[in-house]
Structures are given as structure tokens and as C-alpha cells.
């Protein structure tokens, strides 16, 4: 049975916009046969990585130095077939979920190798995961609002020589609802990435067109500026 673990690094946990997509693909997974697994970092205790000198890498390869709740996921993840990031927009990512992602070093052990015009490394022996999927939603308009976090997870992935399972990317995710009931566009989203969430566990990869259906457009890019800008109006006077 293929199993997933997710973070979901949003600040605001289970009532955050980012949920509703990884639930809606996590369920998918579990429609498809996965097991999967949810952890949110703001239950979590996930100190930044201050070791110094690559502790994990030329002192105790494997090892983190840092007691604390990534002890118990290092396991959980090694384990794992498929690692599913999940985190909204913040600049470009929230606080915990950096520390998250830079925590993720000792499953790496210290062996580059150079493929395809870059150094890489790989994963220590013994370690089940194979690919690396981001989840993000924004409140921005357009899909280009995410390309930095695309890129710090793909990187994350491929430096791993992990595969890079794809991004199943939301923007202005909050207007899936309308009076905090979901719109006939916004549950078509959610199905969407369900159905992410099963061509990933089925097949090991998602369509485009799959992807492209979880980002589509729900109102057009000036109006949603004139909406921003109109709530600055009136907050502010």
C-alpha cells in the first residue's frame, strides 16, 4: 500500500484555506488505495536548524542534533512513499514550514553525484521515499505568485534525487467559498484535487490537465485587484 505523509505548514491549521485542497487530494490518495498521514507544524515543536557545520552530514550522518517533533517524523517520512507539502504563500513561505524544509537534511546522506548538468545528492539507504509533492494556495490572482515556493520544493526534490511529483497550486483559494458554503467553482476545484490525489497514488503522476482544473481562473484578474483594493479602502477610513 503506497503511503503519503503531509505537512501542512499554514499558521492557521485545519481552518485555513490551504486544507481544503490537501484534503480534498488526500482523500483521493485514500480513494486510490493510499495511507496517508497529516501533520500540521503549528501542533508541532520544529526548532530551525542551528547545529552548525552540517551536523547531519560530517558529524552523525542521519542524525539531527535538534530534539524535538522531528525526531518522531524523520521515521514517518523515511518510510513514506510520497512526502506531500503543503503551505499558502508567505513571502515565500510561513515560518515553521521554512524551519520544516530545512530540517529535512539528515534524510540526505552526505554522497553527491553530478547528473544532468547539476550536483546532486540521494537519499541514505533504507529510506522508502521516493517523490516530493507541493500543495499551495494563494490570494493572489495568477499562478506565477507561486513560483518561488514551486521552485524551493522542486529543488528540494531533485537535490534529493528524489522525483518531483508535481504542484497542485490554488490561487485566491478564498473565493472557493461564498458565505462560508463552497461554490459550484469551488467544488469543482476540490474534485480536482481529489482526483490529483488519486492519479498520484494510482499512477505516480498527475495529468496536466488535472492540474490545470485545481488553478483555474475563478474571477477575472482586475476585478479581484479592485476587490483587494476597495477592502484597504474601507479598512483603512
Known amino acids: ?38 501533520f500540521f507544524t503549528n501542533d ?62 539528515p534524510l540526505i546522506r552526505p554522497e553527491l553525484v553530478f547528473r544532468d548538468g547539476r550536483t546532486r545528492a540521494v537519499v541514505h539507504e533504507g529510506t522508502r521515499l521516493k517523490r516530493i509533492v507541493l500543495v499551495s ?31 497542485i497550486l490554488r490561487p485566491h483559494a478564498f473565493l472557493m467559498k461564498e458565505d462560508g458554503i463552497f461554490t459550484e467553482a469551488g467544488q469543482k476545484v476540490l474534485e480536482a484535487s481529489r482526483e490529483a490525489g488519486r492519479q498520484l497514488t494510482a499512477d505516480g503522476k498527475i495529468k496536466p490537465e488535472v492540474l490545470d482544473a485545481v488553478s483555474e481562473p475563478l474571477i477575472p484578474m482586475q476585478d479581484l485587484i479592485d476587490l483587494y483594493n476597495q477592502w484597504v479602502f474601507e479598512a483603512s477610513n
Open 137 to 167: 494556495t494563494g490570494g493572489w490572482w495568477e499562478k506565477a505568485n507561486f513560483e518561488v515556493v514551486e521552485a524551493i520544493v522542486r529543488e528540494l526534490a531533485e537535490n534529493s534525487s528524489l522525483e518531483y511529483g508535481g504542484s
Open 44 to 105: 508541532l515543536e520544529v526548532k530551525p536548524c542551528d547545529c552548525g557545520m552540517m551536523y547531519c552530514w560530517y558529524h552523525e550522518p542521519g542524525e539531527c542534533c535538534n530534539q524535538d517533533d522531528m525526531q518522531m517524523l524523520y521515521p514517518k517520512i523515511r518510510q513514506a512513499e510520497t512526502l506531500v507539502l503543503a503551505t499558502p504563500i508567505y513571502i515565500p513561505l510561513p515560518g515553521a514550514m521554512q524551519n520544516l524544509v530545512n530540517r529535512l537534511c
Open 1 to 38: 500500500m503506497a503511503k503519503l505523509v503531509a505537512v501542512n505548514g499554514s499558521p492557521r491549521g485545519s481552518h485555513g484555506n490551504t486544507q481544503w485542497i490537501l484534503e480534498a487530494f488526500l482523500q483521493g490518495a485514500q480513494e486510490a488505495g493510499g495511507e496517508t498521514e497529516l
